[in-house]
């Protein structure tokens, strides 16, 4: 017997979390029954006290899976299809429910055979290994694992192929050989994807206040709103996080976002958890350093921004509402850090021109998705039929914006702050510039970022808000 038959008479038992999935779905069930009803926290407790087999039993019963768009190892996978066309007898080896294990199987194609978490067993470590063994004997079978729950399974396969290892199996197989098949590298660069540095710069409205105070050569101003700045891109960052683990199943259906790190499984969802905990503990350390209702602020922004991935985000208009809000709240923010007073027109004017920059995310959504007639697009509120409306109201609270600055440029206040107002009147044009362009980009098919970010990064934006700057101090400028 050559070694080719010898190999195809050897089952091959495949583990699927971590191993053929680039994820887990556990974690990932867990969310999406959270999203579906986060009530359930309250029943996590009482399921685990029966064991992990009755915790994952409970959540596969009230949800279901797509298989097609699950994040598999495709190295991996390839090889796999490779083997079984060849004649090679293929186990999917899991600890995951026997309905997602048998939805996954069914869709492959690919598997013989199917051993899952069924009832009360567990089918991890020792069990999933006295399974095997006594479906093909000691040694009768090669096993493909990736972490610490497959090290005795390891131990009574023919052959081990480690495929992606956490730190246990990478031990296991520098002492005991046996293939590796390694994972992707943790770049920077997919860190900064899942922190969304990028979107930072939004928290730049922070420094608005301090800005218009004319305050901004304020040594004190200046470190206090750098200090805001800081713990607001930390929680911003974790609440990012939360939001792409709550939006797994919809970011994978999407062109662009299918990319993100935990959609992708280029990050773990723990190594996610982990990084959240981090991020709030940065925010709440930073928070301390300045007054109370700068706290509050940012507790406010946490709930509403929270509530907002949890259910506000799917709510025909509230949705930019909330999203309008969360970009003024920065601007509130900021005036809490520094002590600024924040004005009735500093509002009015935020209200208006983040509301036509909300409204322009979901028109370009609408120009992107192909929701049946009288189907609302994935996730949210909004139909097709609802594009001009939506474009309608972008470009009206656009011009609304712009006509509160320039009310503003004859009120009182502004003469009081502005020893040469005069100075800074051409600031209701050039909002009309950076929202209409953006507005003729959409309509185009030309926008493809958060219109916040466009802004920063576009050139020709870059320059009109450079200007508007000048301004500003220059309307400031002592006599």
């Known amino acids: ?3 080719r038959s010898d190999r195809n008479a050897t089952p091959l038992a495949v583990d699927l979390d971590g191993t053929l999935l680039a994820t887990d779905l556990l974690w990932e069930g867990l969310f999406v029954l959270l999203k579906k009803n986060p009530l359930y926290l309250l029943l996590i407790p009482v399921w685990l006290v029966g064991g992990p087999a ?6 596969a019963s009230r949800i279901d899976i797509d298989p097609a768009i699950l994040p598999y190892r495709e190295s991996l996978l390839s090889r796999l299809r490779a083997e079984w066309a060849d004649g090679r007898k293929l186990v999917l080896a899991t600890g995951t429910p026997r309905k997602f294990a048998e939805a996954i199987a069914t869709h492959l194609g690919i598997f013989d055979r199917v051993i899952a978490t069924d009832g009360t067993d567990n089918l991890t470590s020792v069990k999933k290994r006295s399974a095997l063994v006594a479906l093909y004997g000691d040694g009768g079978f090669d096993y493909a ?7 005795k399974v390891f131990d009574a396969a023919r052959n081990a192929i480690v495929v992606a290892p956490d730190r246990a199996a990478k031990r296991w197989q520098d002492r005991n050989g046996g293939e590796l098949v390694p994972g992707p590298e943790r770049s920077l660069k997919t860190v900064f994807g899942m922190l969304r540095v990028h979107q ?5 409205l922070i420094a608005v206040p301090m800005v218009l105070s004319a305050e901004y050569f304020n040594p004190m101003m200046l470190w ?3 200090m805001a700045f800081i713990a607001f891109s930390a929680v911003a960052s974790a609440i990012y996080i939360v939001n792409d683990f709550f939006d797994l199943p919809l970011d994978r259906r999407h062109p662009t976002k299918r990319d993100r790190p935990f959609a992708a499984g280029t990050l773990s969802i723990p190594f996610g958890i982990g990084s959240i905990i981090v991020l709030l503990a940065i925010g709440v350390a930073v928070s301390l350093t300045l007054v109370p209702v700068f706290g509050a602020v940012l507790v406010g922004y946490t ?3 929270l509530a907002y991935s949890l259910a506000l985000k799917r709510m025909l208009l509230v949705d930019v509402l909330t999203l309008a809000g969360l970009y003024t709240v920065r601007v509130l923010a900021g005036a809490a850090a520094t002590g600024v007073e924040v004005s009735f027109w500093l509002l009015a004017f935020s209200i208006f021109f983040f509301l036509s920059l909300a409204l322009v995310k979901r028109f370009v959504e609408l120009r992107t998705s192909t929701p049946a007639p009288g189907e609302r697009i994935a996730g949210r509120g909004y ?3 609802d594009h001009d409306v939506i474009a309608q109201a972008g470009l009206a609270s656009a011009f609304s914006s712009a006509l509160v600055l320039a009310l503003y440029m004859d009120s009182t206040e502004m003469r009081g702050l502005y020893p040469h107002p005069w100075m800074i009147w051409p600031l209701p044009p050039i909002i009309l510039y950076l929202a209409m362009r953006i507005w003729i980009l959409a309509r ?3 926008m493809h970022d958060d219109p916040v970010v466009f802004i920063i990064r576009d050139w020709r934006s870059q320059v009109f808000v450079l200007i508007g700057a000048a301004l500003l101090v220059a309307g400031a400028w002592p006599n």
């Not at 694992?145 to 090290?151: A, K, V």
């Not at 930072?200 to 730049?204: D, I, L, S, T, Y």
């Open 224 to 226: 206090q709103t750098l």
């Open 200 to 204: 930072w710069a939004k928290n730049g």
């Open 383 to 385: 139909r097709a039929e």
């Open 303 to 305: 709930v509403i921004t």
């Open 444 to 446: 185009r098919g030309e």
């Open 1 to 3: 017997m050559d070694a």
């Open 54 to 59: 009755r915790l994952k039993q409970e959540i």
């Open 145 to 151: 694992g990736n972490s610490r729950h497959d090290l």
